[in-house]
């Protein structure tokens, strides 16, 4: 069949890849598993019943979920098919941003994972004249459960209905709104089509690599980033078309019980994952002692040496590297592991060559929300460590002459809604999306992404800076969580950096020194502050002069998505972290002793 809509994926999947779990949800301890003709089933109960509360074509439902879940999909597949929108929203954002979402997008009804969501949701109902209902997945006292919307659409006599509505939606219409929640101002909501996400599946599904012989039923992908978030949910669409079964993950907390329990093929990570992952498996490597930690040591060291990557162990101290060591990385991340992709920001080289040699490929990609997501993403054949990949076949791709990335095609978004104005300043007058981020392609074709075009500045010498490239080099250290390099209008570049509390914890206990117990103790522990003026100055010899970091300051709190320091993309609010921190950035530069 063809694939026009986001709905479709579903219907191929049942013609194609009927199966007993097409999705899986853990449920009081144990999976429950959905299949294929279920999901459909359950989808067009929510349809029936959707249209039975007067719901038309346009209509705006806002769905909202802690851990994503079953009922998430059949919601979602329920919403599409009779021509009503879906506005995902992150759990996370503020009770503010809540209710500038739902009257900027007039939510009619709203379904929530949670207690803890319903009450965010009804302390800013009363200022929501549009909308008319917020439902619960969970059972919850005094709480409209969703199952009376499949309770209203158990009788099948008004499908026809359905299937007519179905029938008109067209790839052009919008399929959903997708608030971005930006480093500054009021959230944006990217207008998408059910075209511009359905072409970005169809365009990426030939950079997935598939296993020789491991059949469709039992292939498992484990999902477990925000399925609000576009990157998470094209992939959940690429995995339903490919009839891949999608386990989804209880809880970041929870995620090393998870991978355990289903084993997974495929899963979706953001770098800052993968940099957890590694101090883990560091710091159990380095505290072994004695010859173990010897062995692991020296497996990093062949790990290191290697020089080409995708490549199997072949010299007789690359096999015993991995039979001792890299094997047990595949067995903690379930031990059947085809490919983990990896997008949202910059991964390190040095972390995405490491894995590879361990044999756990990372494909890092690049994309938006705006562009549905994936502009570009690097492949099993042709990869190159540093850059996101090849663009995708269908986008063409120009670099500006500022070096900005731009970018045309069918997954472009169509605006950002009710505002005409920002979304003509956001293409080029040939009309080019542009992304905002500088990078270039190379003579190979791999786009390589050096920085986001706002955040880059100049110093009051004149010099300009880009923040991210720093950034990103200084979190290979294991004592920095977070850093912020600052210094706009400033004389010279300096940063504020939030440690990793629980790594100088443990540095200061082998090192036996005392630098404290709480964060606060720990960020002005003169110790901890000289041993990572060590890492700084490491940083500096890889950095032109005019870049270097002339001075830091610890901060005492750590930067988190619910004190607003990070986006729910874990990006740094820029703005938001120096007006934290402005005690520390005035003292960086002495405009509090009069010296600005």
């Not at 731009?406 to 978004?413: F, H, Q």
């Not at 110790?527 to 490491?538: A, H």
């Amino acid at each position: 069949m063809s694939i026009k809509r986001l709905f479709d994926f579903a219907n191929h999947a049942l013609i194609k890849f009927p199966q007993s779990a097409m999705y899986v949800t853990k449920h009081k301890g144990n999976w429950i598993k959905t299949s294929t003709k279920e999901f459909v089933n359950q989808g067009n109960k929510i349809s029936r019943g959707l249209l039975k509360l007067g719901i038309q074509p346009g209509d705006k439902i806002a769905i909202i979920t802690s851990a994503t879940r079953t009922e998430w999909a059949i919601m979602d597949f329920g919403i599409l098919q009779i021509g009503a929108v879906t506005v995902p929203v992150y759990p996370t954002i503020s009770s503010e941003d809540y209710e500038y979402i739902f009257n900027n997008a007039e939510i009619k009804y709203c379904f929530v994972s949670d207690k803890e969501l319903v009450d965010k949701v009804n302390s800013i109902k009363q200022n929501i004249p549009t909308i008319k209902g917020v439902f619960s997945f969970d059972e919850i006292d005094g709480v409209a459960n969703w199952s009376e919307i499949l309770d209203l659409g158990e009788s099948e006599s008004t499908q026809n209905e359905v299937t007519d509505l179905s029938n008109s939606i067209n790839e052009d219409d919008l399929a959903t709104l997708i608030y971005t929640s930006g480093t500054t101002g009021k959230p944006k909501g990217v207008m998408l089509t059910h075209k511009n996400i359905v072409s970005n599946v169809l365009a990426s599904d030939s950079r997935i690599p598939r296993k020789k012989g491991l059949d469709n039923e039992d292939t498992r992908a484990l999902s477990f980033l925000p399925i609000c978030h576009i990157f998470e949910r094209m992939i959940f669409y690429l995995f339903t078309y490919n009839g891949i079964s999608i386990y989804f993950a209880e809880s970041i907390e929870k995620m090393g019980e998870n991978i355990k329990e289903v084993q997974p093929h495929y899963m979706t990570v953001v770098p800052r994952l993968i940099e957890k992952v590694y101090d883990k498996i560091y710091d159990k490597g380095v505290s072994a002692g004695g010859l173990k930690s010897k062995i692991f040591l020296w497996a990093l060291g062949i790990n290191k040496a290697k020089q080409t990557i995708n490549k199997k162990p072949s010299t007789l101290s690359e096999i015993i590297a991995d039979k001792l060591v890299f094997k047990k990385w595949r067995e903690g991340l379930g031990g059947e592991i085809i490919t983990l992709v990896s997008g949202s920001a910059a991964l390190s080289d040095r972390l995405n060559k490491m894995f590879w040699n361990a044999g756990i490929p990372i494909l890092e990609g690049y994309g938006l929300t705006e562009t549905s997501p994936v502009i570009s993403v690097n492949s099993m054949d042709k990869m190159k460590v540093g850059t996101v990949g090849h663009p995708l076949d269908n986008l063409k791709v120009k670099i500006q002459e500022d070096g900005e990335i731009t970018v045309k095609g069918p997954s472009i978004t169509i605006g950002y809604f009710k505002n005409e104005e920002q979304t003509k300043e956001a293409f080029t007058e040939d009309g080019y999306f542009k992304t905002g981020d500088i990078g270039h392609i190379d003579d190979d074709g791999f786009l390589k992404i050096t920085d986001r075009k706002k955040e880059m500045f100049k110093t009051s010498g004149g010099k300009y800076i880009a923040p991210q490239v720093i950034e990103n080099m200084a979190k290979a250290s294991k004592f920095i969580e977070q850093i912020m390099v600052i210094g706009e209008g400033e004389k010279m570049p300096c940063a504020l950096i939030q440690p990793d509390f629980n790594f100088a914890s443990h540095w200061a206990e082998r090192k036996n020194i005392n630098i404290g117990k709480t964060n606060e103790e720990i960020a002005n522990s003169p110790e901890l502050k000289t041993r990572i003026e060590k890492e700084i100055d490491y940083l500096n010899s890889k950095l032109g002069h005019w870049e270097q970091i002339k001075k830091f300051e610890l901060t005492p709190e750590i930067w988190s998505i619910e004190n607003g320091l990070l986006t729910p993309t874990m990006k740094l609010k820029r703005k938001m972290v120096k007006e934290k921190f402005i005690q520390l950035y005035n003292k960086i530069y002495g405009h509090d002793l009069g010296q600005g």
